[in-house]
């Protein structure tokens, strides 16, 4: 989502199924892999949003998952 709205090209879907493998791998190995690459994700899709241009998400509100279901 972060790709789109920053109009980014989607020519790294070619790998998409050896990036999830790598990730499987990782999660097996440390159980608080997901917790830190999830922080980090968010500090740099924050960042990339201030530098494209594009208000901040950190006013938005938490979507509850088990209220969408």
Do not use: C, F, N
Request: zero cysteines.
């Amino acid at each position: 989502m972060l790709g789109a709205e920053l109009g980014l090209p989607v020519t790294h879907l070619d790998h998409h199924a050896s990036y999830i493998a790598s990730w499987l791998k990782i999660l097996k190995s440390d159980e608080r892999a997901i917790l830190t690459a999830a922080a980090k994700a968010e500090e740099a899709a924050s960042l990339l949003l201030e530098l494209g241009g594009h208000q901040s998400r950190e006013g938005e509100a938490d979507i509850d998952l088990a209220d969408a279901a």
